[in-house]
């Protein structure tokens, strides 16, 4: 089966990361088929929304470590994962549904969706300190846009999560529904968007993007000097300790937030 499933609503197109047994982390097939989809997709005038998800029970864990340790550490270097990421500039409204954790390069997709959806079961981390790899997707840029960059400090220096509740405090998320309602919810918005006039839609697109750039580029390119970049050096073992100790005190952490 496809590591990238789409389904097409009319004119909103769904696609779902497709890894769930390994939580949708991102590997070399994942992300070089991620970025065709999109820009195949983005290229389509029969679509006017693409909605992003993942197939439970997470959004995306991120790089695959795993897949990083037994390859010698040459994912970052697979194509899609360098530039901005797998997710370029769009002409067309992305939506992201976040069905379950968004994590570290997966939370980096989300932050590349124009806005977000979230189910109850969402949550959200920044743990590139505590894996040993520098960001590369625009989380230094993007993060701080969202929520300020005091709470983007400790996303990224603690590697906490952060609950969907909290996210809607935040403003990182603009709403939170049950898991069930997700993909309804994010569709509806998406029909909504959709049935407006395409040509103004665009047009207001072009206006919040062209006025995000004015500030970010310059953020981009001092986050593109160490994008990838493992400061403690590669060491397959020590990656593959990190990547399990992640899901676990993320376990943990949800563990006390649902006590």
């Known amino acids: 089966m496809s590591v990238v499933l789409v ?10 990361l497709h890894r ?4 949708n982390a991102l590997n ?5 088929e991620l970025g065709g989809t999109i820009t195949a997709l983005d290229a389509d005038e029969a679509i006017r929304v693409i909605v992003l998800t993942g197939a439970d029970p997470a959004f995306c864990a991120g790089l695959d470590l ?7 550490g040459g994912l970052v270097d697979a194509p899609g994962a360098g530039g901005r990421g797998p997710i370029g500039a769009l002409t067309t409204p992305l ?11 997966g939370f980096e997709l989300a932050l590349a969706c124009h806005f977000l959806i979230a189910s109850e079961r969402a949550r959200f981390a920044d743990t590139h300190a505590r894996v040993g790899i520098m960001p590369g997707w625009g989380l230094t840029v993007r993060l701080p ?17 952060v609950d969907a509740d909290t996210a809607l405090q935040w403003g990182l998320v603009n709403h939170v529904v049950p898991h069930d309602q997700l993909l309804p919810t994010a569709l509806d918005l998406a029909t909504d968007i959709a049935g407006n006039d395409p040509g103004a839609v665009d047009l ?6 062209e006025g995000e750039a004015l500030d970010a580029d310059p953020r981009w390119a001092v986050e593109g000097r160490t994008a990838g970049r493992m400061p403690g050096g590669f060491d397959a073992d020590a ?21």
């Open 7 to 16: 389904e097409r609503h009319d004119a909103v197109a769904l696609v779902t």
């Open 20 to 23: 769930p047994d390994r939580r």
């Open 28 to 32: 070399a097939e994942l992300l070089v």
């Open 66 to 72: 795993r897949a990083l340790a037994e390859g010698g």
């Open 95 to 105: 939506i992201g549904a976040i069905n379950g954790a968004a994590v570290t390069g």
């Open 145 to 161: 846009d969202r929520i300020g960059v005091t709470r983007a400090r400790e996303m990224s220096f603690t590697g906490n999560f």
């Open 204 to 209: 207001l697109r072009r206006i919040y993007d």
């Open 239 to 259: 990656m593959e300790q990190r990547r399990q100790a992640v899901i676990e005190r993320g376990r943990q952490q949800t563990d006390r937030s649902n006590s």
